[in-house]
T-cell receptor
Framework: QKEVEQDPGPLSVPEGAIVSLNCTYSNSAFQYFMWYRQYSRKGPELLMY????GNKEDGRFTAQVDKSSKYISLFIRDSQPSDSATYLC?????????????FGRGTQLTVWP | DGGITQSPKYLFRKEGQNVTLSCEQN?????MYWYRQDPGQGLRLIYY???????QKGDIAEGYSVSREKKESFPLTVTSAQKNPTAFYLC????????????????FGDGTRLSIL
């Protein structure tokens, strides 16, 4: 079993839809949970991160962590064509060696006008 | 403008050839990383380095080698022993864990796409 599981999609939604992206994990030592966005032929860029459980909101984006279920989510409200990208979840333990990250496979999202 | 520069953007390798991918950062970060990304597979860690002249193997180091002679540079060599080198290679850097409190994100370059001729 991989440490981080993420459905690769693809996911295709109309503009304005609410998008839900999810990951599950198996390692209870993970404390930091990140979402990266990656446009085609580019490197990933950090969208948001959350420490431990709870919610975090940044504009149209909301990250949720449920440590009891080992489940994290990213919600995108009022999705735009410019949100079309691959979304990667990543996580790590606190004080883990060199801040080593464990990535999901990424979910490819297309938002059509 | 601080960031990570990877070159070249595209690279072709012949059979039996070693090729070197460049990664330079001007963020003054101590830690640097190399990842491999295959379609539908996410990012897999090849090598990482905390400090000049020191580096450790990641999950898929076989067929790769690195050096860290300068803080800002972390080149990756894909050797002929790597039988399936076709992939997108990403370099990242971060502030070293333990030097500061809290979360230290990894910053990525825009990658090098390597293909076999």
């Amino acid at each position: 079993q991989k440490e981080v599981e993420q459905d690769p999609g693809p996911l295709s939604v109309p503009e304005g839809a609410i998008v839900s992206l999810n990951c599950t994990y198996s390692n209870s030592a993970f404390q930091y949970f990140m979402w990266y966005r990656q446009y085609s032929r580019k490197g990933p860029e950090l969208l948001m991160y959350t420490y431990s459980s709870g919610n975090k909101e940044d504009g149209r984006f909301t990250a949720q962590v449920d440590k009891s279920s080992k489940y994290i989510s990213l919600f995108i409200r009022d999705s735009q064509p410019s949100d079309s990208a691959t979304y990667l979840c990543a996580m790590k333990g606190r004080g883990s060696t060199l801040g080593r990250l464990y990535f999901g496979r990424g979910t490819q999202l297309t938002v059509w006008p | 403008d601080g960031g990570i520069t990877q070159s070249p953007k595209y690279l072709f390798r012949k059979e039996g050839q070693n090729v070197t991918l460049s990664c330079e950062q001007n963020l003054n970060h101590d830690a640097m990383y190399w990842y491999r990304q295959d379609p539908g597979q996410g990012l897999r860690l090849i090598y990482y380095s905390q400090i000049v002249n020191d580096f450790q193997k990641g999950d898929i180091a076989e067929g790769y080698s690195v050096s860290r002679e300068k803080k800002e540079s972390f080149p990756l060599t894909v050797t002929s022993a790597q039988k399936n080198p076709t992939a997108f290679y990403l370099c990242a850097s971060s502030i070293l864990e333990g030097l500061t409190e809290g979360f230290q994100p990894q910053h990525f370059g825009d990658g090098t796409r390597l293909s076999i001729l």
